[in-house]
């Protein structure tokens, strides 16, 4: 199997994984969703030695688990 072809097969699975989506989640569970997303994404991108693209989908990764501690925070103390 080439890497081109793992890589689409990876997204394939990926994709289905996934399929459900953030339609109905709240703010919290979607930037969850997001987090997990952008960190099996880094890791296709690793994978693929995307090294820049692997270090930019961290970032995004990390400001959506900021997201979600920001979401707790405000569910254990609203106001």
Do not use: I, N
């Given at each position: 199997m080439s890497?081109?072809?793992?890589s689409d097969s990876a997204?394939?699975?990926l994709s289905a994984e996934h399929a459900a989506?953030?339609?109905s989640?709240?703010?919290g569970q979607s930037a969850q969703y997001t987090t997990e997303m952008l960190e099996s994404l880094k890791k296709i991108a690793l994978r693929q030695n995307q090294r820049l693209l692997a270090h930019l989908l961290?970032?995004?990764a990390m400001e959506a688990k900021s997201l979600v501690e920001s979401h707790d925070q405000e569910t254990l103390f609203p106001g």
């Open positions: 890497a081109e072809h793992a997204l394939t699975t989506g953030p339609v989640m709240g703010p961290d970032l995004a």
